[in-house]
T-cell receptor, first 115, second 113 residues
Framework: EADIYQTPRYLVIGTGKKITLECSQT?????MYWYQQDPGMELHLIHY???????EKGDLSSESTVSRIRTEHFPLTLESARPSHTSQYLC??????????????FGSGTRLTVV | GDSVTQMEGPVTLSEEAFLTINCTYT??????LFWYVQYPGEGLQLLLK?????DKGSNKGFEATYRKETTSFHLEKGSVQVSDSAVYFC????????????FGKGTLLTVNP
């Protein structure tokens, strides 16, 4: 039973198009994250948010942007898609308390292909 | 800073073989340790976790023991199945205000019938 939802699951889009990847969670989690996963499987944190109106860039530089105007919603936008943006994008969330025994809950991912 | 080192894959086993995927870590303080699994075309799912030294996490026949003296959290399963074919990620959480998990690079496991 998924408590964090990503849409679309798959997207093929042309170069130069603007796209928004959706991520929503129903758990009331304060913290949300976006990861880019390369074909070699490694996860790269590109954006995170610790609450409404709070967003930060992650460890990997990305041309995408994010917003957090509602607790449950954390969309990622690419203003002008390029083939180099082709990747798997994973959204995750965790509870607000800074406890070390908490892990993340992940969505099913969006596989983006830019042609 | 925190880091996680996982055994490099891919790992290919026959059904019913014994599995070990090594994971060692570097962290400040006393982190919690996690194993996540990613099945083909899916996101990551929490497989098991351990929050203090000598704790053993277990789930679906998989086990891992938090070894503080060797800073390790190796994943084991006595008899793998084809359905265990997936990517496995080791991760740690040191806690604190800047809460982020630190992940290893992932290990691809393929189990053949």
């Amino acid at each position: 039973e998924a408590d964090i939802y990503q849409t679309p699951r798959y997207l093929v889009i042309g170069t130069g198009k603007k796209i928004t990847l959706e991520c929503s969670q129903t758990m009331g989690h304060d913290k949300m994250y976006w990861y880019q996963q390369d074909p070699g499987m490694e996860l790269h944190l590109i954006h995170y948010s610790y609450g409404v109106n709070s967003t930060e860039k992650g460890d990997l530089s990305s041309e995408s942007t994010v917003s957090r105007i509602r607790t449950e919603h954390f969309p990622l936008t690419l203003e002008s898609a390029r083939p180099s943006h082709t990747s798997q994008y994973l959204c995750a969330s965790s509870p607000g308390a800074a406890r070390r025994d908490y892990g993340y809950t992940f969505g099913s991912g969006t596989r983006l292909t830019v042609v | 800073g925190d880091s996680v080192t996982q055994m490099e894959g891919p790992v290919t086993l026959s059904e019913e073989a014994f599995l070990t995927i090594n994971c060692t870590y570097t962290a400040t303080g006393y982190p919690s340790l996690f194993w996540y699994v990613q099945y083909p075309g899916e996101g990551l799912q929490l497989l098991l976790k351990a929050t203090k030294a000598d704790d053993k996490g277990s789930n679906k026949g998989f086990e891992a023991t938090y070894r503080k003296e060797t800073t390790s959290f190796h994943l084991e399963k006595g008899s793998v199945q084809v359905s265990d074919s997936a990517v496995y990620f080791c991760a740690l959480n040191s806690g604190g205000s800047n809460y982020k998990l630190t992940f290893g690079k992932g290990t691809l496991l393929t189990v053949n019938p």
